[in-house]
């Protein structure tokens, strides 16, 4: 065999370059001639990488303006999202992003990072149980976890994170935005049905709006002025948050209905276990959808079993990562059950919810009238078109997915710096 030419380990950029080299020669098939360049075992042919530290970052930003959902009292004043940061003796990192509730960041410091220090990230199944054993159950910390060691595969091998998972089904996703919600000195009547169409002029064809705050009646004619504004063409829904009571969330169901849309999420509250969804979706005319509060596979598969939702919604931050958002998408299509995924979070959760919609098999075998969809948020978020040093391509209401390696984003650093606490 001849010898190797130029090849130097004395740089991060330079091991960087020989790993990404590496995954292409191991795709070609050529690991056992290769293997032992990057000093990886025979049998697996995979890079040799230590993990060396594992870092956590609260942002956090005041709100120009108050806003929140209709359980929100008072009217949220600042944002905060959860950052995790692999890094590897091989100078790559991986990124995720989580939400700091209910002890998700102590559980990353003191229990999971033990777990990961001089572990290859290669090692993703044997990680990934090592990650749910000693946290009782905690999806908000695994999920965080998991996506970056998901970008951090993905960079070593040069490949997208989807292609990791078998190879994107669509290169496309279609979008569906979350942008009107309730924002402090500005009434409903007028800027619900404004701001749908500035959504429309900016060319996107599906829109969420937040009801539940006031009574029924009232918000019945919001929702009916928003669909006079954006007209019959235009998917519309409505998330709950939780504020309803099971008349009233039938009573609005039915409003909902007739307007022509698609589905109403989680209009009674979340705890215990999504309890009466099973009882409201059998009396509503129009899909139920719920499961953002997830935390993992169990639980789903309670939802499932129960027939509590026509859509269900996990989410990768909160349940456990893009694996397990995976396999309960599997789950729900044996029940005939859609999964549109949750996201509402920053670009490095775009990017993974991304590659996630791409994987997801249209829900039959004919034309594709009902591809899952991206939930992207517009509200206040410094995270969103900020955090990751390329905007993310959306056009005619779709999102292109990611094609760079890992998550298919750079994450600006000063921008971290800047917001975290």
Request: net charge neutral; charged share 25%.
């Amino acid at each position: 065999m001849k010898p190797i030419a130029n090849i130097s380990l004395k740089t991060k950029g330079s091991r960087r370059d020989l790993l990404r080299s590496g995954a292409g020669l191991l795709a070609g098939g050529l690991v056992g001639q290769f293997a032992h360049v990057f000093g990886s075992d025979d049998l697996a042919g995979q890079p040799k990488l230590k993990i060396t530290s594992v870092k956590t970052y609260l942002l956090r930003t005041n709100l120009k303006r108050p806003f929140g959902v209709s359980v929100s009292v008072p009217l949220g004043k600042t944002r905060e999202t959860l950052l995790v940061k692999l890094e590897t003796d091989a100078g790559l990192v991986g990124w995720g992003e989580t939400a700091e509730i209910s002890g998700t960041r102590g559980t990353i410091d003191n229990h999971l990072a033990p777990r990961l220090i001089g572990c290859n990230p290669m090692e993703y199944r044997q990680l990934w149980r090592a990650l749910w054993g000693p946290n009782f159950g905690n999806g908000l910390a695994v999920g965080g976890v998991e996506t970056a060691l998901n970008d951090l595969r993905g960079k070593a091998l040069n490949l997208p994170i989807a292609e990791l998972f078998g190879g994107r089904m669509r290169d496309k996703v279609p979008v569906y935005v979350s942008a009107l919600e309730y924002v402090e000195g500005r009434e409903i009547e007028q800027h619900y049905p404004e701001t749908a169409i500035t959504m429309v002029e900016h060319g996107h064809k599906a829109i969420k709006m937040r009801l539940g705050r006031y009574s029924v009646a009232r918000e019945a004619k919001v929702a009916a002025a928003v669909r006079a504004a954006v007209g019959p063409d235009i998917q519309l829904m409505v998330d709950g948050n939780g504020g309803y009571t099971m008349a009233n969330a039938i009573r609005m169901g039915h409003v909902l209905n007739d307007l022509g849309f698609e589905f109403f999420e989680e209009p009674l509250p979340q705890s215990p276990k999504y309890a009466g969804y099973d009882e409201l979706r059998r009396k509503l005319p129009l899909p139920l959808a719920g499961g953002e509060a997830l935390d993992s596979r169990a639980s789903a598969k309670q939802l499932i079993d129960r027939r509590s939702v026509d859509i269900i919604q996990p989410d990768i931050s909160l349940c456990g990562g893009l694996g397990e958002v995976l396999f309960i998408s599997e789950m729900a299509k044996l029940s005939s059950i859609r999964c549109l995924p949750h996201c509402w979070g920053g670009d490095i959760l775009i990017a993974a919810t991304t590659h996630l919609l791409s994987l997801l098999p249209d829900p039959h075998w004919g034309l594709p009238t009902d591809t899952p969809m991206l939930e992207l948020d517009q509200s206040e978020n410094p995270w969103r078109n900020g955090l990751a040093t390329e905007r993310f391509e959306l056009k005619d209401g779709f999102i292109t997915v990611p094609t760079k390696p890992g998550l298919g984003i750079e994450v600006d650093e000063d921008v971290v710096k800047h917001y975290a606490v």
